[in-house]
């Protein structure tokens, strides 16, 4: 049984917005930082964003700031990731992760070998 389950991928055009969900399955998330990659074919996985458990820090890399927000609701256990502004840079197949050795802090961004559970991806097409 996959431990996170993404959802709300899709095509979307240049400048278009779409929401990421990713729940678990198994486990609350409530306790645990969780962290949003993606992976572009041809390309090494990317940290997108993470989002801590203890006081809700949020980190993004360079290329999403000011576009992509990433937000908690505990009482449904689900992590969302609003997306804005996509670019076709964006395209790529995104994955939600949960990173319990860590505890309620985030590891450092893009550290991927950190997070233990991983959901099987959604893909995301930004093209006109």
């Known amino acids: 049984q996959v431990p996170l389950v993404e959802s709300g991928g899709g095509l979307v055009q240049p400048g278009g917005s779409l929401r990421l969900s990713c729940a678990a399955s198994g486990f609350t998330l409530d306790d645990y930082a969780i962290g949003w990659f993606r992976q572009a074919p041809g390309k090494e996985r990317e940290g997108v964003s993470c989002i801590s458990s203890s006081d809700g820090s949020t980190y993004y890399a360079d290329s999403v700031k000011g576009r992509f927000t990433i937000s908690r609701e505990n009482a449904k256990s689900t992590v969302y990731l609003q997306m804005n502004s996509l670019k076709p840079e964006d395209t790529a197949v995104y994955y939600c992760?949960?990173?319990?050795?860590?505890?309620?802090?985030?590891?450092?961004?893009?550290?991927?070998?950190?997070?233990?559970?991983w959901g099987q991806g959604t893909q995301v097409t930004v093209s006109s």
């Open positions: 992760a949960a990173a319990p050795r860590y505890g309620s802090s985030c590891p450092p961004l893009g550290h991927f070998r950190e997070y233990d559970y």
